[in-house]
């Protein structure tokens, strides 16, 4: 059952499935444009592993829940934390996904086919999103208690914001 995580994954896979297309239009015109094909392809596969490992790591979760209910308190957290853990270990990678995918975009978009630009941008906007759905919900899973995994994802989040706002500068032709 596909949880908040993966709904994150999903939409980097789309974004990554825009950034593909970007690549493969633009190898006449930048020499680069065959590597950010691969890195997208790449991308938009770590992707759909990622959406499935979140979903892997909810239902984990949910039947770490249930199996510790009748355990001691202190039983009880020894069982829930491992499936705790990946409640936070998968956003956080989904986030660093979403990262490296915005920085993808924004090459794309000020070296790429300039036809081309809008797509780049708006994989940049939902990679962006995507950073930030991450981040939230790491705060959510750890109950809002410090974190350094949660203090990254965030400072992903903004930085992903920042450049994909900032790709708007570029111009659409």
């Known amino acids: 059952m596909p949880a908040s995580g993966s709904a994150s994954a999903a939409v980097i896979a789309i974004a990554s499935s825009l950034l593909e297309k970007v690549a493969k239009l633009s190898t ?10 691969e890195q997208a ?5 770590r992707a759909e592993e990622l959406a499935e490992a979140d979903a892997s790591a909810y239902m984990s979760y ?3 829940q249930r199996a510790a209910k009748a355990m001691p308190d202190e039983e009880r957290e020894r069982v829930i934390a491992p499936a705790r853990a990946a409640t936070v270990d998968v956003p956080l ?3 660093r996904l979403a990262g490296e995918t915005v920085e993808l975009a924004a090459t794309l978009a000020e070296n790429g086919n300039p036809n081309l630009r809008a797509d ?4 940049a906007t939902l990679a962006a999103a995507a950073a ?6 790491i705060t959510v899973n750890l109950s809002g208690a410090p974190d350094d995994r949660s203090a990254e994802a965030t400072r992903v989040a903004r930085a992903a914001s920042a450049k994909a706002a900032a790709l ?3 111009g659409v032709h």
Request: aromatic fraction near 2%; hydrophobic fraction near 65%.
């Open 132 to 137: 930030l759905s991450a981040a939230r919900l």
């Open 93 to 95: 990678a989904i986030a």
């Open 28 to 37: 006449t015109r930048w020499t680069s444009a065959d590597a950010a094909l």
């Open 62 to 64: 949910v039947d770490a």
């Open 168 to 170: 708007g500068s570029l």
């Open 41 to 45: 392809h790449a991308l938009r596969l």
């Open 120 to 123: 780049a941008m708006v994989a």
